[in-house]
């Protein structure tokens, strides 16, 4: 083995993640495991959460507020967006502390360090799939059937964690460089929020500006799931391609960022 | 070949190190460089630069064992970083053979919310164990640890010493063909210290290398035939340990174990050299030893009546003893140009960790400070108490966060009937086992 000094942009020892992948599953299940020890009602908070947000939004948004909702009953309208959304904002806040929370390890034992937001945004999916239970009574009591598209929704949640880890490496990047950035991330995934469909219809946006709304990969997962729950609604296609190129490059170049301070984090930080 | 390095360097910008920066300072820096005809823009680049390291080579034979030995700040800890690949070097390159372990520091990556079952694995996977060897030696490491009864139970819930031994024992059984050993790194704990160097003999005799960074001139000649010694980020002696720690201690001698000196105060120290009762230049003490500091310090100009305190600290920063003219009343009736000054500590029963010496100095009026130093030499208790006659079930754990020296009591427990029980520290000599 040879240990040089960083070599080029393009250096992201993808084949040493590849070769950590056991540690990857141990850091997962640490996650896991730790994040609902000691807490009195353990991972029904992972249902709670989206629940209470779906009554609060139901109440505001659609009794008072009376937002279109492509025909859907509120509750299942806001809680198919919720739940991707819930996985993506908690996935992006853990990736921007991933490098930092851990700097203990960091300055004293080497492994590849892409380990460390890549740990946050998988153990994130084991709420989202104890949360997606909820909607199944949801769906029996409005009796609405899903569409052949929930074959899709595993895509789905793959490019909403493709998402959370691109944003998520120049986040934790740069929250290395500047401590700023966890004050701002809070505010900067509120701000997501309204730029995603959560709270209103993809359709509300003009078709002729479809393409770069698309360019928030959110768009096309929360749409994404919205049809392959209900199966209301068209499948988001040129939206979906306009997200899947957006989270691609913007994860390339996360890459290039995160690695450029990989050899030096534990000086840094 | 094990390991090969060619011409490596490391470079820091000064201040990298200590903080992080607020995007506010950046800001600030664009504005004032926008402004001020790029004044913010060439900070970056007028921050002062420091080679911890420079253009150190050097090879290891497999199976060798080579002691690494320097001052403080002398490089040694950054090489051992780099090594262990924490961080990476600016320049230059090293070829390495084999998996590479460190007993840099136990315990890292553990959780105090996971049982020591859980912190096994998890910490045996972040120290590069595969869940298969994890699995073939787990009975074997918490056998070593003594902690079969609470495998079970969160190690928050664990004692100290109970926590270090499954530490330890985790990282002993990893089994690397390349072991990096940072005494520096674990030093408050002389238990474990002395565990460490009975696991580095064990893996050099297994003919694995092991690169040992040490202040233990003892232990390094002992245990490794060869010696690298690191001055100010160069190689400067590579060779015998013999020759190489006998050269080093010279010029210790002749040099200095910690220089505070900065030029501009009225009295300033210029190094702390630390005999023990024969006059031997060492940072190794029993417990009752004579601690006897040579202090060599520098006054512009003739300073009246000064007052000077000397004070040994533990390694988490709390005062154990203190000498002060300002308590004594014996301050010198002046101090002018270079000069020297002994303070003895007599027999101190001081507990086995690792201390440092703070000194500083004050006017004739005891308020203006003229210097003020800490960390201005750093010594060891050797042993455990077990080998000062306590043999009490935590009498071999790490005392890291024990502040307290211990001088003789009795307990008197009426209700057994039996006489008053005496307890005091006794020398060495007499209370440590034959081997």
Known sequence: ?269 | MAIQAVEVGKMYRLGERESYTALRDVLANLVRGALGRGRGASARAERPILWSLRNVSFNVEQGDTVGIIGRNGAGKSTLLKILAQITRPTEGHIELRGKVGSLLEVGTGFHPELTGRDNVYLCGAILGMTRTEIQKKFDEIVAFAEVERFIDTPVKRYSSGMYMRLAFAIAAHLEPEILLVDEVLAVGDVAFQKKCIGKMGDVSKQGRTVLFVSHNMGAVNSLCRRSIWIHEGKVVADGKSQSVVADYMQAMGSGSLVSTAKGNEPLFIERVVLRNARGEVTDQFDSGDDICLDIEYVANGRINRPNLWVQIANSIGQGVCIANTMFDGHSPDFLEGPGKATCVFRAPRLTPQAYAIWMGTRAADGVTLLSNSKDVAYFSVMGSLNDYGLMGPAADVFLSDFPWPIFPYEWHFPATGKPPVSVEMRAAATARKPD
């Open chain 1, 1 to 269: 083995m040879q240990i040089r000094p960083t070599a080029g942009w393009w250096d992201f020892r993808l084949g040493e993640v590849w070769a950590s992948r056991e540690l990857l599953w141990f850091l997962v299940w640490k996650d896991v495991k730790v994040r609902y020890k000691e807490t009195v009602i353990g991972a029904a908070w992972a249902v709670l959460q989206p629940v209470f947000t779906m009554i609060v939004f139901t109440i505001f948004f659609g009794r008072l507020a009376k937002l279109p909702s492509s025909g859907l009953p509120y509750p299942v309208f806001y809680l198919a967006a919720l739940l991707p959304w819930s996985y993506f904002a908690g996935a992006l806040s853990g990736c921007t502390n991933a490098i930092v929370e851990n700097q203990r390890i960091i300055t004293k034992v080497y492994f590849p360090r892409l380990l460390l937001p890549l740990s946050v945004v998988i153990a994130g999916l084991v709420d989202l799939a104890i949360a997606l239970v909820v909607m199944v009574p949801l769906l029996i009591y409005y009796g609405i059937t899903p569409s052949v598209g929930l074959l899709l929704v595993p895509a789905f949640v793959l490019m909403a964690l493709l998402a959370a880890l691109a944003f998520g490496l120049w986040l934790t990047t740069l929250n290395v460089m500047y401590r700023d950035v966890r004050y701002v991330v809070p505010f900067v995934i509120q701000f997501f929020m309204f730029a995603s469909p959560v709270i209103y219809s993809a359709s509300a946006v003009p078709a002729r500006w479809q393409w770069i709304y698309g360019l928030n990969p959110m768009v096309g997962v929360i749409e994404g799931f919205r049809w392959a729950l209900t199966g209301t609604g068209r499948p988001p296609g040129l939206i979906m391609l306009a997200s899947f190129v957006a989270v691609c490059a913007c994860l390339l170049f996360g890459l290039v960022f995160f690695s450029r301070i990989d050899g030096s984090v534990a000086d840094r930080i």
